[in-house]
């Protein structure tokens, strides 16, 4: 175990690629470059708010002493870091928004650690030349969100980028939330958050744009060299990109099991590892609405909405694919390998339905039922976690009736069910119960698959608003007892958490709505 100022970090990608040196933090477009110095802005008075004892144990990392928490503030840079932010460009919404980059995001450097490679990122540190007149900070509500849900999500096993620490600046930051002209002050922090590499589809897309077609290539092959080493052979890139397909709708099952909305799948914000990345408008599915959007800038159209991420991630992986294009001599290879998608993506999500419904197996007739799920839970829009979680011990005998059925569920329903829709839904409950009966699994063989699907516990927006509430003013009693919560979603240790979204929460800011600035 070592302190984080005794590290000696690696610095391959800045070794490897043409960066820009200079320091100039100035806003500006970096043709040539996959990468701009950015050494972090100083803050007055960094404290640690959070510290990830697993995370850091399995980086080696020892707890911090306050040269540490001066490398995590941004106050200090040690002799073997070679701080940077990203140049990448993406499509936002739909459109093509040309040159991004790493805004309010500085890499540190690399550490390696029994074979695991950890790049070690700091979000909110000030200032680089793709901030875009923006001043790089990030405030302590979207800091807190970011560590705690990317976290949540570790523990819920769906592939995400993880948080090390959260640090308070001591400064005040001024924020318009909902870019409607009420700006104010909030409290400043900073997210040390860490993942192998923070590639993402805006990085070859942006190359292939400007038409630099050598660096390109470069980048493309030190991605598989580097985090796809297992991939070899002469047609590696196809076989590469056919990994990041199945990644990537693997992500798309995954967010749909624990019923997560990302809020802002631009694609900027596609890992190239397929992991979940960017924490800002995201949320969980409180009543079953595929199509709720988090994101108040996306409400017009609902793009990201929960129902439509499988379809934007294929829309996302088709860019991708635009942009490998200038590696080829036609389309035909990677167009084949981007219509093996929806097959990777409906293979796991029957299996993933099958499991969260208790299933010894999916048979060709329990993809109706599944689909049944799909189209009733809409009309009745229990909440998502209640209701699977309550689907777990549901009465199987034919004898029940429908008034004991509905009782079962009702601390899962928003509102009361009406005709048509409730007989739609207890008719579901019958042809479900029936085939649960069917199984070649014991019941409490049933019960614990369903159990390790569906979570009891899940990070509502609700929760995060009150911890961050408590924060503002001194009190870490709610924020600390997420923390443990989120460690284990699946057991039922925290029935205080296990409620329905209460009615003031959704109507309220930061809890119901939220903006990118989130």
């Known amino acids: ?8 970090f690696q610095n391959e990608f800045v070794s490897t690629f043409p960066g820009d040196d200079s320091g100039d933090l100035s806003p500006r477009q970096t043709p040539g470059v996959l990468y701009s110095k950015a050494v972090p802005t100083p803050v007055e008075e960094p404290q640690l708010l959070a510290w990830t004892e697993d995370l850091a144990g399995e980086m080696g990392l020892d707890h911090p002493g306050k040269e540490d928490v001066d490398i995590l503030a941004g106050n200090k840079v040690t002799s073997s870091m070679k701080p940077y932010a990203a140049c990448y460009s993406g499509h936002q919404f739909g459109n093509w928004a040309g040159q991004l980059g790493d805004g309010r995001a500085i890499s540190l450097g690399e550490l390696q650690q029994e074979g695991k490679l950890w790049e070690l990122q700091l ?9 875009r007149h923006a001043d790089g900070r990030a405030v302590l509500r979207s800091s807190v969100r970011e560590y705690l849900m990317s976290e949540a999500m570790h523990h819920l096993g769906v592939p995400t980028t993880r948080a090390l620490s959260l640090v ?113 408008p995201y949320s969980f599915l409180d009543d079953y609405d595929p199509s709720f959007t988090p994101n108040t800038t996306d409400l017009p159209g609902r793009r990201y909405a929960f129902g439509n991420q499988p379809s934007i991630g294929y829309w996302n992986l ?93 601390d899962s329903f928003y509102a009361e069910a009406e005709e048509p829709s409730k007989t739609a839904f207890l008719d579901l409950l019958k042809r479900y119960a029936s085939r649960r009966n069917q199984n070649n699994i014991t019941a409490e063989a049933s019960r614990e698959l369903m159990k390790k699907t569906s979570p009891h516990f899940v990070l509502r ?9 408590g924060l503002e003013n001194g009190d870490d009693s709610l924020f600390e007892k997420l923390r443990d919560a989120l460690k284990e979603p699946y057991n039922d240790n925290n029935p205080e958490f296990f409620k329905k979204r209460p009615e003031w929460a959704s109507k309220k800011a930061g809890c119901s709505m939220l903006s990118c600035s989130s």
């Open 1 to 8: 175990m070592a302190q984080l100022k005794d590290i000696a």
């Open 168 to 280: 308070s600046t001591g400064e005040k930051i001024l924020r318009d939330m909902f870019y409607n002209g009420n700006a104010a002050y909030e409290p400043g922090a900073v997210v040390c958050r860490v993942s192998p590499s923070f590639l993402r589809f805006g990085n070859f897309e942006g190359l292939a744009v400007r038409k630099e077609v050598e660096n390109l290539k470069n980048l493309v092959d030190w991605t598989i060299e580097n985090h796809y080493p297992h991939i070899t052979g002469e047609n590696k890139i196809l076989d590469w990109f056919k990994e990041v397909v199945d990644r990537t709708a693997a992500l798309m099952v995954e967010w749909h099991r624990v019923g997560f909305v990302h809020g802002v799948m631009n694609t900027d914000n596609m890992s190239i590892l397929g992991q979940t990345i960017d924490y800002g």
């Open 318 to 410: 088709s860019k991708l694919a635009s942009a490998l294009l200038p590696l080829f001599d036609d389309s035909e290879g990677l167009e084949e390998v981007l219509h093996t998608y929806e097959e990777a993506f409906w293979s796991r999500y029957y299996l993933m339905m099958g499991n969260k419904l208790g299933l010894d197996e999916v048979r060709e007739e329990d993809k109706k039922l599944i689909s049944n799920f799909e189209e009733v839970l809409p009309q009745i829009k229990p909440d998502m976690t209640i209701f699977y979680r309550l689907l777990i011990d549901m009465p199987l005998n034919a004898s029940e009736g429908d008034e004991q059925l509905l009782k079962h569920f009702e």
């Open 123 to 131: 979000k909110g540190a000030g200032p680089t030349a793709y901030s």
């Open 461 to 469: 927006n609700y929760l995060l608003h009150q911890a961050i509430e």
